[in-house]
């Protein structure tokens, strides 16, 4: 099989300098130094001969002399030194550890070693800090979840909604954590009846539920207000747009509502949205502002809501003062 070019690349990057610290090495113990055939060495070298800074003029390239059997290598002070991270692939690395850290993904012993030696192999090039750190979850708030998580228990949040601007109250069953741009909590809401994707960010608060929690499929008890009013306020909404107004699917983003987009569901350039957390009031207010780019919308209760408070909108213009409609002439 064909060797990757990659591979190569990474045993030129380690020849030069094991050459370099080991002058008048014998070919044969550099191939089994690099677990290559002799052949392959010799490739190499010649390889080099033609590898330096940009110019490539003769005191430019690399040398390398091995007629006699032993290797030396010169001209290569600039790539004699191993290879080592650039401070943006060790700050990479290091939000990844402090990912696994967050999420408690690996042992802390383990991930603090790993760290200490990353950091300290990317500052040793001057003016290479690095800064890398995921977002963080309050400790109180990540301490509550990640134990509801381990013990299955159900928890109450307070968790703000920005599209109609309201604080709902959730019953949840975590499920787990996980980081994209933020920090999302995948959980089971038993107050909508269906798995929800939570910004960590929106969740005002968390404690565990009451012990008169809901159980999946249960009905809200008549009692709890807030449960019940959250429960009506998810609705749902689904929409297919002309491509006239296929750019408010971009507005609406129903992947990260958890929800779905079909693109040409009914036709090029027309979009599919399904937004399942969609409350009825917002619903209602999204369709009276763009009605006129939707071809299909549901539920119909929604639909009927918003013809209703379009008409009630249009009958103002109906009641326009008189004196006004002649100081601004007459109506057609």
């Not at 032993?70 to 939000?95: I, K």
């Not at 009276?288 to 939707?294: P, R």
Request: aromatic share 4%; hydrophobic share 45%.
């Amino acid at each position: 099989m064909a060797e990757r070019a990659q591979d190569r690349l990474s045993r030129l990057l380690g020849l030069v300098p094991y050459l370099t610290r080991r002058p008048g090495t014998d070919l044969d113990e550099v191939a089994a130094h690099f677990g290559v055939p002799r052949a392959q060495i010799v490739d190499d070298l010649e390889l080099l001969f033609v590898t330096g800074r940009p110019g490539h003029m003769p005191d430019d390239l690399i040398e390398a002399e091995w007629g006699s059997g032993a290797v030396f290598v010169g001209n290569a002070d600039e790539v004699s030194v191993p290879v080592r991270l650039s401070a943006h692939e060790a700050g990479g690395l290091l939000l990844a550890l402090d990912y696994l850290d967050s999420a408690r993904q690996a042992e802390p012993e383990v991930l603090a070693s790993v760290r200490a030696k990353l950091a300290t192999a990317a500052g040793e090039v001057p003016g290479t800090a690095v800064d890398a750190a995921p977002p963080r979850i309050p400790a109180d708030l990540a301490a509550t979840v990640r134990a509801a998580i381990e013990t299955g228990e159900t928890l109450d949040i307070d968790y703000y909604v920005p599209a109609r601007d309201e604080l709902t109250r959730r019953t949840i069953r975590p499920l787990r954590l996980r980081l994209g741009r933020v920090w999302y909590l995948d959980a089971h809401c038993l107050t909508a009846g269906g798995d929800r994707s939570f910004a960590v960010d929106r969740i005002r608060s968390a404690t565990p539920a009451a012990a008169s929690v809901l159980t999946d499929g249960a009905a809200a008890p008549a009692g709890n207000g807030a449960t019940a009013a959250s429960a009506q306020e998810d609705t749902g909404l689904d929409l297919v747009l002309s491509p006239e107004a296929a750019w408010l699917a971009d507005e609406l983003d129903p992947a990260a509502q958890g929800g779905t987009r079909v693109d040409d569901a009914r036709g090029p350039g027309s979009v599919a949205v399904s937004l399942p957390q969609a409350g009825r009031a917002w619903a209602v207010r999204l369709l009276t502002a763009h009605g006129a780019g939707v071809r299909e919308a549901r539920p119909e209760s929604v639909v009927s809501s918003a013809l209703q408070a379009t008409r009630a909108a249009l009958a103002l213009y109906d009641r326009a003062d008189p004196p006004a409609q002649e100081e601004h002439g007459a109506k057609d």
